[in-house]
């Protein structure tokens, strides 16, 4: 096994030459922009995150911009990323940045780590990229790169293990011109994770480490890494109240924080056709008509929306909890992706 600085020297190599240079995050080293790309590409595909983070930038062109929003704006321009967690607490970042830290984001990434929603290894990202700083990532495709080039065997799912990996992804880290060389080689993992080191059929003779990759000498690249611990499945039926009246007001309710798109406006969910009727007055309840059946696929969980129509004359109040939105109020509301489709048509 070669050092750590001589795997670092290929990696900074590969990166220079081979590595990504076109994604509209890279060849940067604004924190802001830094910090939005890694949120967002968090669980999320990078084609999909373009045309998000053009948006969000065109709005929110800095931090300050941001912290300003009400967070239905940034809701709204977050529909369809999913996690929405990731949003909340990218609003509430902002806003901390600008009052505790004057709008200029920590420089170290233990401190980083203080901001709402910014974990260890996105913390390092920023660190590493925008401030040089001597700080290991360990994101997913890391963690495949890492354990294959190391033939690290230990259960990620075990806390110890995974210490254990941060130890090892730290010692293979630059150890000089760090200004200079920790950008181009967090970005170096990163790419080698993403387009060499992919977690089905790798292009092991385009990796630069395969001189040193114990998974390639053991011709078992499938078994790194190693994570026992997998969440189960699971599927839920909901059916959602789609009243609307002629002229395209939409009753909405926004969701309760924790639970299923906590803080989004959606229509009115219940557990049953029969509790959504219940919710209803026998005069209305004739007048509801069942939607097809729409399947949501969430990380561990399937969704299985029932829409039923109430289609109303008049904007009258409804029993359950909620409001009236116009046609052209509805559509800058934060919405979950299901929900904004069914109401676009």
């Known amino acids: 096994m070669k050092s750590g600085m001589d795997l670092a020297t290929l990696v900074l190599r590969w990166q220079r030459t081979h590595g990504r240079h076109d994604l509209p995050w890279q060849g940067t080293q604004d924190p802001y922009r830094v910090w939005l790309s890694e949120i967002m590409l968090q669980q999320t595909q990078v084609a999909t995150v373009r045309d998000y983070y053009a948006r969000f930038l065109r709005r929110f062109p800095d931090v300050a911009a941001l912290a300003l929003a009400h967070q239905d704006e940034v ?15 990218l609003h509430a970042c ?21 901001l709402p929603g910014i974990g260890r290894s996105t913390a390092a990202a920023i660190a590493s990229i925008c401030f040089g700083e001597r700080v290991a990532i360990l994101d997913g495709n890391v963690k495949r790169v890492l354990t294959r080039l190391l033939g ?7 806390s110890a293990s995974e210490r254990a990996l941060w130890e090892r992804a730290t010692e293979l880290l630059p150890t000089r ?41 053991q011709g078992a690249h499938e ?34 924080t924790p639970g299923v798109w906590a803080g ?8 049953s056709r029969e509790a959504l009727e219940t919710a209803l007055p026998a005069r209305q309840r004739a007048a509801l008509h069942d939607l097809p059946v729409v399947k949501h696929v969430l990380t561990h969980k399937d969704l299985h929306l029932h829409p039923v129509r109430l289609q109303l004359k008049s904007s009258s109040r409804l029993q359950t909890e909620g409001q009236w939105f116009e046609p052209g109020q509805w559509p800058q509301l934060g ?9 676009s048509g």
């Open 94 to 114: 902002a806003q901390q940045v600008v009052s505790d830290h004057g709008g200029a984001f920590p420089r170290s990434a233990h401190e980083l780590q203080t």
């Open 264 to 271: 989004l406006y959606c229509l009115p969910l219940f557990d």
């Open 223 to 256: 078994r790194y890494p190693v994570k026992t611990r997998r969440l189960k499945r699971s599927s839920e039926s909901l059916w959602l109240l789609w009243a609307q009246t002629p002229d395209g007001a939409v009753w909405l309710s926004q969701r309760p």
């Open 75 to 89: 809701l709204a321009l977050w529909s369809g990323l999913g996690y929405y967690s990731r949003a909340r607490n």
């Open 177 to 217: 011109d760090l200004a200079r060389a920790m950008p181009i080689y967090t970005q170096g993992v990163m790419d080698l994770g993403a387009t060499v080191c992919t977690s089905r059929n790798p292009h092991c003779t385009a990796c630069p480490l395969i001189g040193c990759c114990v998974a390639h000498q």
């Open 152 to 158: 690290f065997g230990a259960d990620l799912a075990d």
């Open 335 to 343: 919405l979950p992706a299901p929900v904004r489709k069914l109401l």
